[in-house]
């Protein structure tokens, strides 16, 4: 009975040896060479934060719907994963492609990799030959370029850096079947849906990220650096089938629209429309800027209505005669919701519930249909006499050009009307027009060679959803370009500050200002009047934009999230972590940071101050004089003004608003008879969780399986052991039990 139980003694001081030698192997993986730094030893996740690290900051691909099919990208909800593996130039990529070596073979099974690709080689290209090898479970994009400058030109292929379509927006166009290209560096990597997941790495991440794939690439054995990507997104199929099980929104939000004047829009004014759109649209959303695309013309527009506002002595005495316009278009980039939304409210709109609002005081709205403001209603489309948008204009290279000429190119329908009146607007405030004393210099001399563009298909313009209820409205779209874009980088990452030229930006700010005072002066027939064209003159001459209000705009809305600027409109300071500046419209129930900065920036420039003492709050406004409702008096930054700026929704036509009693929120009905007759794209954004990466190493296929097998062999001399064990503590204490 002694030799048993030594030798279960000897058998169990074996069995503890072998568990503390396991124990030993994972303490040095997980402790002397973690995957991360944390030191908290009594942490209940101490363990799992050795082991894994999270990439703090990383923007996610996500998948967006429309009324026919997917695009975007996703995961599996169980997330993918595999070995860092740069891809950094060309030749990294041609060989990784070909030389199947580096796939690390096991057997027949082919280690899964996730690229690190460099940010000027994620295209449709790049992207469709490492989407058709099954090795390759993802892409971290890393953050390689700091100025698109720095770049080759603009090519087929490889280098086509614009996501976008050669036609952007062809299938909301006047003629969806054209054969136009206007974007020649586009590859239409947007239109699709990636088989396999991306994100954007920021600056920090991708130097540290680069560093781990090429530690792999020179490593000869595990361990490997390896990660695992979560982005599942619930929708699927379709934007109709998805908001039907409620799985994604629709993708919308609000524009903001504007006069010099309040209450804005007289019934009998006719109506000059100053007008471009402020969202841009990206593969990862966050990280958008879209300085040329469109924050270009926002600043723009902007710096014109600034000029405009402190000088209103003519434009205010014939109000009755004409109005001004200026319209900023949300969501343009899913099938012109934000114009289109205005044209069909302006043409025919009806309100089941109106009310007048407690914090715009004055200001009537419609809760069904939601409208945050009726001032609309005493707009018509046959009101309006002319419209300018401003396409993309920032590549009007004027430097080292003082007094010389630069080409601005104005776009126009067949059908459109009077647009001679218009140019010839456009050539007195240019230089080249007469009278001679209209003739002002625009910027150190520069003058503008206006070129007329007429023809059947015009660019890519939020002037198309206004062609399409009236043919021949005067409209035109003023661009740098006269066949294709001069932006190599539309709608692309690459679309930053580096990729405009800020000095031609004002210089067209002041055009379009000057521009839009001629015409309205035009139109109120004041040419005879004395006094009218003494005004007129001395205007003209004042019309000089602020150009340091300018760059500060740009600078706001392309690069510092938390300038000061900012930080007093939007009354929102990031004190942490600030996240990048981004043009995505987001869905219909928000508004997005761009639209809100736009209305504060509009709000704070125009309008009347009404009392110079300080306020606190819109009752602070009120006096014995401005009691009634019709005051459309606030307390903005402690000044009370008179207001002419308010939100327009940006949704699609094919959607219904409807509320459910049960859970006490809104819900959207698609409209399937509109949706088909108009061909309405209904772009909608999947609704997900949570989105992330997640850095780990990973052994060779041999240690792991090693590891199975100790584990297994322990489990079951564990078991045989305790069996034993109960088995001798039943006999010794037989008599007690």
């Known amino acids: 009975k002694k030799m048993a139980d030594k030798r279960r003694s000897i058998f169990f001081a074996v069995w503890l040896v072998v568990c503390l030698c396991l124990c030993a192997d994972i303490q040095k993986k997980v402790l002397c060479d973690p995957i991360s730094n944390s030191t908290d030893y009594w ?48 030749t990294q990529l041609e060989k990784f492609i070909a030389d199947k070596k580096t796939w690390t073979r096991i057997g027949t099974y082919f280690d899964p990799h996730v690229i690190v690709l460099a940010d000027h080689l994620f295209n449709e290209t790049v992207v469709g030959e490492l989407s058709e090898l099954d090795v390759v479970k993802g892409i971290l994009v890393s953050h390689s370029v700091d100025s698109a400058s720095s770049l080759p030109a603009c090519g087929e292929n490889i280098h086509s850096y614009s996501p976008d379509s050669t036609y952007p927006q062809l299938s909301s166009s006047l003629n969806p079947k054209s054969k136009e290209t206007w974007n020649t560096c586009g590859s239409n990597l947007l239109g699709q849906k990636l088989s396999i997941p991306a994100f954007y790495l920021t600056a920090n991440d991708s130097e540290h990220l680069t560093r781990l794939s090429l530690q792999n690439s020179r490593a000869t054995s595990p361990p490997y650096y390896s990660i695992e990507l979560n982005s599942f997104m619930h929708a699927t199929q379709n934007s109709i089938t998805c908001l039907s099980r409620q799985y994604c929104d629709p993708v919308g939000g609000q ?190 001399g520069t003058s503008i060679n206006v ?65 839009t005072y001629q015409l309205a002066h035009t139109l109120s027939n004041n040419n005879n009047n004395e006094n009218s064209n003494k005004n007129y003159l001395q ?53 997005s940071d761009t639209s809100r900065f736009i209305y504060n920036s509009v709000r704070s ?16 406004c009120k006096t014995k004089s401005e009691q009634t409702q019709e005051e459309r008096v606030q307390c903005l930054w402690g000044q009370c003004k008179k207001v002419s700026t308010y939100y327009h929704q940006a949704m699609s036509e094919g959607l219904r608003v409807e509320f459910d009693e049960i859970w006490g929120t809104d819900y959207y009905v698609v409209e399937e008879e509109v949706v088909k007759q108009k061909g309405l794209p209904i772009w909608t954004e999947s609704r997900w969780d949570t989105t992330g990466l997640r850095l780990y190493q990973t052994a060779s296929f041999e240690s792991e399986l090693w590891v199975l097998v100790v584990g297994v062999v322990e489990a079951i001399v564990s078991f045989v052991g305790l069996f034993f064990l109960r088995k001798s503590l039943r006999r010794r204490f037989a008599s007690v039990m």
């Open 43 to 90: 942490s209940e996740n101490f363990l799992y934060n050795r082991m894994y690290s999270h990439i703090s900051t990383s923007y996610p691909c996500v998948l967006l719907l429309n009324a026919t099919h997917e695009v975007g990208c996703a995961t599996t909800a169980s997330g993918s994963g595999g070995k860092l593996w740069p891809i950094l130039n060309e």
């Open 255 to 444: 524009s903001v629209v504007t006069g010099l004047f309040s209450p804005p829009f007289y019934n009998e004014s006719r109506f000059i429309l100053v007008m471009t759109k402020m969202d841009s649209f990206g593969m990862f959303h966050d990280i958008n800027a879209g300085a040329s695309s469109s924050i270009a013309q926002v600043a723009a527009l902007i710096g014109a209505i600034d000029s405009l506002s402190q000088n209103l002595t003519e434009l205010e005495s014939s109000r009755n005669k004409v109005e001004i316009i200026f319209g900023f278009w949300e969501a343009e980039n899913f099938g012109f919701l934000g114009s289109s939304n205005f044209v069909r409210d302006i043409s025919s709109f009806t309100c089941d519930e109106v009310k007048v609002s407690k914090s715009n005081p004055g200001m009537k709205y419609c809760t069904t249909p939601n409208r945050k403001s009726l001032d609309f209603l005493n707009i018509t489309l046959n009101q309006i006499d002319y419209i300018i948008e401003l396409g993309e204009i920032s590549h009007l290279d004027i430097n080292n050009l003082n007094g010389k000429t630069v080409n601005l190119y104005m776009h126009t329908d067949n059908r459109a009307q009077n647009t001679d009146k218009l140019f010839e607007a456009m050539s007195i405030v240019s230089g080249g027009g007469s009278p001679k004393s209209n003739n002002v210099s625009l910027h150190n």
């Open 451 to 515: 070129n007329k563009v007429a023809g059947e298909n015009l660019p890519p313009s939020s002037l198309m959803s206004f062609v399409k209820s009236r043919p021949n409205i005067t409209g035109v779209v003023l661009t740098d370009y006269a066949s294709h874009f001069e932006n190599p980088f539309f709608n692309s990452r690459f679309d930053t500050m580096s990729n405009v030229h800020l000095d031609g930006v004002c210089l067209i700010s002041t055009f379009v200002a000057r521009t």
């Open 539 to 591: 205007a003209m001459s004042n019309l000089n934009v602020n150009c340091t209000l300018v760059r500060q705009l740009m600078n706001c809305m392309v690069e510092d999230n938390n300038c000061e600027m900012k930080q007093k409109l939007n009354g929102i300071k990031y004190t942490g972590i600030v996240p990048p500046v981004n043009q995505y419209p987001g869905v219909s129930a928000r508004i």
């Open 605 to 620: 420039l125009t309008g009347e101050i009404v009392n110079q003492n300080n306020c606190s709050s819109n009752e602070d």
